[in-house]
């Protein structure tokens, strides 16, 4: 039974703590839009996003205004571009990219994901033909966003596609460089990415998911370190435990918001991902959580076992609040759009090689770190490489967003804007090369705990 208290104390989350649904995510298969005319394939999938997505604007809004529930943005994701395009006769799908970014536009959505790739184990010719139209995709289109999964703990790590990715990566930054090379903000590389992400640059609607779903991805850093701010000298039982109810209450709130977008919608409810991810704003950062537990400046020694604390607590405690969690679902850490990760980033108690270690017991990787222009792709390749290994050695998704800003040095920043926020320059110390043990290519094998059969 909810009381007057449960509706008081959900209020001043809301209005005092920061607390949001951060999407609401639609996804929708493309599978049936395959056509070996491009031109087809691309009005096939613009009118199945517009008539599937019309919707879910004016909904998101709907519930935003009759529950007082502040809903950020409105998303949706489809199949991967590389399986549902792979019967067009063409050498680019630059075009499939501007055709998905029509849609969206037309239905007011805020992003559209699932410009993406699966090649774990291999390519397809369609995975090649996605994969080299990666940069320029990003680069003409403004709400598409991309993803390549390239390593599972299944399969191993596709070091050829590793080696790739440093290259696109690149490419993507030289050609939105007069933008803060925002097109390496759209582009994620997975290892053991999950098909039913709602959260965006990774979204995709994965092979096995219904014909459309809708999934939602909450948020509430603020929240959980309000909850904390009144356990000053507690032991990390009763800290543990104060997450865990606190996951537990901002869950309920994305519960409430799927199930009644999917009703409204007349699709399927997806999951929760019950994730707290960060924003800009000042009061809604995960870096103020873990200095809450008593670490003076995020990425100082303990940080990476506070994170491991708040990552385990937040899954315990929103497992009790859904009957569907999927997607990513702990802590992120994305630095540019923390304002607490900014700050250490700035102030050098946080640095790349720290942020890798606490990616280890954290949801998703390396995310939103912009580096120095001139960092080669081949740094880039093996930084992607040892996320990728984080991942598939430790059963667990992990991920690399990293912006290399043409020009830009450290010491500068690079200001992406909205939700993206800004991130300095954050400097890579190692400056040895890593230049022969990318060109090697091939694959890394799965390891031992692949074998579960």
Known sequence: MITINDIMETNRMITENKLDVRTITMGISLRDCAHPNIDQFCRNIYDKITKSGEFLVKTGKDIESEYGIPIINKRVSVTPIAIAAEACKTDTYVP??????KAAHEIGIDFIGGFSALVEKGYTNGDRILIKSIPQALATTDIVCSSVNLGSTKAGINMDCVREMGEVIKRA?????????????????????????PFMAGAFHGVSEAEKVVSVGVSGPGVV????????????????????KTAFKITRVGQLVAKEASKRLGVPFGIIDLSLAPTPAVGDSVAHILEEMGVESCGAPGTTAALALLNDAVKKGGLMASSHVGGLSGA???VSEDAGMINAIEAGSLCIEKLEAMTCVCSVGLDMIAVEGDVSASTISAIIADEAAIGMINNKTTAVRIIPVPGKKVG??????????????????????????????GRIPAPIRSLTN
């Not at 909850?227 to 104060?242: I, P, Q, R, W």
């Not at 400056?431 to 290519?441: H, K, P, T």
């Open 96 to 101: 499939i990219a501007e055709a998905m970014d």
């Open 173 to 197: 930054a030289e050609l939105t460089r007069d933008r803060e090379a925002i097109g390496c903000a759209k582009l994620v590389v997975f290892s053991n990415a999950p098909g039913d992400n």
């Open 225 to 244: 370190k309000h909850a904390l701010e009144g356990m000053k000298g507690a032991d990390f039982s009763e800290v543990a435990e104060t997450i865990k």
């Open 332 to 334: 992120f850490i994305p």
């Open 412 to 441: 500068d920043v690079a200001n992406f804007g909205g939700l993206l926020g800004r991130c300095p320059i954050v400097p890579i110390r190692n400056q040895f090369s890593s230049d022969a043990f990318i060109a090697r290519g």
